[in-house]
DNA sequence: GTCTATATGACGATAGAC
DNA sequence: GTCTATCGTCATATAGAC
C-alpha cells in the first residue's frame, strides 16, 4: 500500500481546482489552501504552476493511449472492426471514470500548456484520433460501417466520450455498468451499417 | 444594411479571443490591441470585462432558446418526436455554424459569469436539456426510440452539438450540407428502435 | 471617441529563517 | 518541509486632457 507522495497530492488537488474554475483562475494561494499550507511552500515540491498542469494532464493522455494502443497489437488483419471499437470506446469510459477530476484539463487548460510540452500533448491525441480513422477506414471497407463522411463518424464518436465527465457529474451520476453499455450502444448504433431494407 | 456598432465589434473581437485562450487569458489590452486602440478606450462602449462575457454568451443563448421552443409552438399532441428531434439538431448546427467564434465562451467560459447572469444561463441551458427529455420520453412511450437510458440518449446527441465547433475548425472544415445530413443520421440512428430481428 | 497617466490589487515566484 | 516577507510584473479600471 503506497501512499501519496507530496507531489502526487498537489497533482490531484490542483486537477480538483482546475476543473471547478480553470487553469487560469486557480491561483498557487488556492492550491496551498486546499491542503492548509501556504503557497511558498509548494515550490519544494515542484517547480512552478506549470509543471503542475503538465503532470496533471499528461498523466492521463498516457493512459489514453495504452488503451488504444493495446488493441491496436492483439488485433487481427481483418478481424472484426466493430468489436474493437466496442473495446476501445469502454475502455474510455473506464478511464474518463477513473481519472474524472482531471479530464477538464485535457479538453479545456491544454492550450495553457508551453511548449515542448503542448506539441507532445497534440500529437499524442492526433495519434489516438488516428487509430480510430484507422478502425473507421476498414469498417467501411468492410461493410461493417455505413458509408458516409469518415469524420463526422469519428466525431459523433470522439465527442461524446471527450465530454462525458461533464455529465457524468450531473444527474446523479449513472451507474457505471448502465452507462458502459447503453452508451456504447448508442454509439456502435449510429455509425453501423444497417441491412437497406431498413433505409 | 446596418454596421456593425463600437460594441458589437468589442463582442465579436473578444469572442474570437476568448476562443482561442479562454476568457482569463484575454486582458482588455488584447482586446483593446485586436482593435488598434488603447484598452482604456473600451471602457466608453462597456462597463467592463464581465459586460463582455454577459453579451458574448447570452446573445447565442437566446438563439438557442428561440429554436427549441419555436419547435414546440408547432408541435402536435402525438406528432412523431423523430421528425422534431431531427428539426432541432439542424437547427442547432446552424447556429453552432453561424455563432462558432462565440461557441467555446458557452461551453468553457460561462463558469466565470457572476450571478445573477450565471444562473440565468444555467438556467436556459437546463430549459434546453427539458426540452429534449420531454421528447425523448414520448418517443419511448411511442416506441420510436430505444428504451435504454434515457439520459444516455440525451448525453449522446447534446455532446456532440455541444463540441461541434471544435470539429468544424479542424480538418479543413466540413462542408455544410454534408455535416448537417451526416451528423443528424448518425445521431438519429443510434437511438431509434431497431426492428427486433436485428438485435 | 481616444488618448496618457495612474490607482489599486493580485499574481507567480524567490530568499532566507526556523 | 513550512513559514514570513517581499520582489517584479501585469491585471482591471478610473481620471481627466484633447
Given at each position: 500500500m503506497k501512499?501519496f ?8 488537488v ?17 492550491i ?13 515540491h ?10 496533471v ?17 492483439k ?18 469510459i473506464?478511464?474518463?471514470?477513473k ?7 485535457l479538453?479545456?487548460?491544454?492550450m ?14 492526433e495519434?489516438y ?71
Amino acid at each position: 500500500m503506497k501512499s501519496f507522495t507530496r507531489k502526487e497530492e498537489i497533482i490531484k488537488v490542483a486537477a480538483a481546482l482546475f476543473r471547478e474554475k480553470g487553469y487560469n483562475a486557480v491561483t498557487m494561494r488556492d492550491i496551498a489552501a486546499a491542503m492548509d499550507i501556504k503557497a511558498a511552500s509548494l515550490y519544494n515540491h515542484i517547480n512552478g504552476k506549470q509543471e503542475i498542469l503538465e503532470n496533471v494532464i499528461m498523466q492521463v493522455a498516457n493512459e489514453f493511449t495504452e488503451a488504444v494502443e493495446s488493441v491496436f497489437i492483439k488485433r487481427k488483419e481483418d478481424g472484426c472492426v466493430i468489436d474493437d471499437l466496442r473495446t476501445i470506446i469502454r475502455k474510455h469510459i473506464d478511464i474518463t471514470l477513473k481519472y474524472s477530476h482531471a479530464l477538464p484539463s485535457l479538453t479545456q487548460d491544454w492550450m495553457h500548456l508551453k511548449e515542448p510540452v503542448k506539441a507532445k500533448f497534440l500529437m499524442m491525441r492526433e495519434n489516438y484520433e488516428n487509430r480510430f480513422r484507422e478502425l473507421i477506414r476498414i469498417g467501411m471497407w468492410q461493410g461493417e460501417i455505413k458509408r458516409i463522411h469518415p469524420e463526422v463518424v469519428l466525431f459523433s464518436i470522439l465527442s461524446t466520450l471527450q465530454t462525458l465527465y461533464l455529465w457524468q457529474e450531473k444527474r446523479g451520476r449513472l451507474e457505471e455498468n448502465v452507462l458502459k453499455n447503453d452508451m456504447t450502444d448508442v454509439l456502435i448504433q449510429g455509425i453501423i451499417q444497417l441491412p437497406p431494407y431498413l433505409e
